[in-house]
């Protein structure tokens, strides 16, 4: 993984306190746009409002157009640099470093990464990911995806234990009119 995060590991309690404290996001749904610098990606950051911390605090939801291959990030740029919280639906597995055998270290997607108190960055997958059958149905669907990342984050939507819908802002190429027969008034040859 990385280097240590010096400010999460000498802030560990406030770091604590902005990931699994309540936290509410007020905006639904969420629409996300071509990312300005990759095409290959969708991509929207909205403010997340925490109950006990008035902090600048983002939820950042990315989509790459082809399927499977999302991530979601809390970042809060006033206390660290990098987001402090992430799920990756796909990519590469991560080695934690522990004193694990190395069989044990790899955690393999989908999963979440977070910091230690040593400020070392590790990755884990929540007994939800643990099932096959339930990570599948996270990975395949961003719906899930969020609903999941907001139950082990304690976000609510509008104050309630609800999850945001996920739009994805595509511009039409033809107005359609779903009432009228393209095929209509047009003669076919025997």
Avoid at 12 to 23: G, M, P, T
Avoid at 36 to 50: G, M, V
Avoid at 182 to 190: A, E, Q, S, T, V
Wanted: proline share 6%.
């Amino acid at each position: 993984m990385s280097k240590l995060n010096l400010d999460i590991r000498d802030n560990y309690e406030y770091f604590q306190e902005l990931s699994y404290e309540e936290k509410n996001l007020a905006t639904n749904p969420i629409v996300l746009e071509p990312k300005r610098n990759n095409r290959d990606w969708l991509k929207q950051s909205t403010k997340i409002d925490h109950s006990t911390i008035d902090e600048n605090i983002t939820l950042i939801v990315e989509k790459k157009l082809s399927l499977y291959k999302y991530g979601i990030k809390l970042h809060c740029p006033n206390f660290t640099e990098k987001p402090y919280f992430r799920f990756d639906s796909d990519g590469p597995a991560h080695r934690n470093k522990t004193e694990l055998p190395l069989s044990e270290q790899i955690i393999t997607t989908p999963h979440f990464n977070t910091y230690d108190e040593k400020g070392q960055e590790f990755a884990y997958k929540s007994d939800t990911l643990k099932s096959e059958k339930d990570a599948k149905a996270i990975v395949e669907n961003l719906d899930f995806g969020i609903s999941h990342f907001f139950q082990e984050t304690n976000i609510k939507t509008n104050g309630k234990t609800e999850y945001p819908e996920i739009k994805v802002n595509e511009p039409e190429l033809f107005e359609i009119e779903p009432k009228t027969d393209p095929l209509n008034g047009i003669d076919f040859l025997d």
